[in-house]
């Protein structure tokens, strides 16, 4: 097996990974349906989803886990002679045993999109039951439209956001691609990333301070569909 057949499988996975991300978004998307209909967060449908959101994550983890170890091994084999490629497959079954022996599944709550989901679930379960009692569902969700419309706006690209993020630190959110893109910018620069918002004392936003979040995308999706029939 030759390094770039090697590096051409781990881009494989990377698609993949892009598609399980796709995939806990629209079981996300479910759950939210099901906690806003039944006005319950723990009923056993979402239980379900959760107990899929969190399989995701965890392959997700795999998947990462796997990409670190092969690159390491692939780095190491690339200096040695070429017949350390023929023991490449058995050293990074080792390390890959190794690594994921020493990972909790505790530690799968963390996963920003498994983070996301709890918080969507409690949002729309609150929204719902908020929406029984003044028994005005349809008002109150053009009121909730009308409120976060300016908020829809990406700091960065200035135009409606795809899939919004929340960085937990200030609260402000942006488009996931966008602010991924500056993060990414500023880092080669050896820069830290100050958060885009005009005024904000936010100085170092990184990667791990964004949290998707759902339910605005939700009500941007609803917005955009308001205006098409409009």
């Known amino acids: ?12 996975l990377k698609v993949c990974q892009a598609d399980i991300g796709t995939g806990m978004d629209i079981v996300t998307d479910v759950a939210m349906d099901l906690a806003e209909a039944q006005n319950e967060a723990g009923n056993p449908g979402i239980k379900e989803m959760e107990a ?3 399989e995701c994550a965890k392959l997700d983890r795999e998947i990462n886990c796997f990409v670190d170890v092969v690159q390491q091994v692939t780095a190491e084999v690339a200096t040695q002679q070429p017949e350390a ?6 050293k990074v079954k080792e390390q890959f045993t190794q690594r994921i022996a020493r990972l909790s599944d505790a530690e799968l709550q963390k996963h920003q999109k498994v983070v996301a989901f709890n918080d969507s679930i409690k949002n729309s ?12 569902e349809e008002l109150d969700e053009d009121i909730a439209v ?6 829809f706006t990406c700091p960065l690209t200035q135009v409606d956001m795809v899939n919004p993020v929340k960085n937990k630190k200030c609260n402000h959110h942006y488009d996931e691609e966008a602010i991924q893109v ?11 990333c100050r958060c885009p918002v005009v005024g904000c004392g936010n100085s170092d936003v990184t990667t791990s301070d964004l949290v998707p979040d759902q339910m605005l995308r939700r009500k941007i999706q609803s917005a955009k569909r308001q205006n098409s029939r409009t």
Do not use: C, P, Y
């Open 1 to 12: 097996m030759s390094l770039s057949a090697v590096h051409g499988t781990l881009s494989s």
């Open 52 to 54: 899929m959101i969190l």
């Open 85 to 90: 490629m023929f023991s490449l497959s058995d």
């Open 125 to 136: 379960a609150d929204q719902g039951n908020k929406q029984a009692r003044e028994n005005m």
């Open 146 to 151: 009308t409120q976060t419309q300016d908020n």
């Open 182 to 192: 500056l993060i990414r910018r500023k880092h080669s620069q050896k820069k830290k």
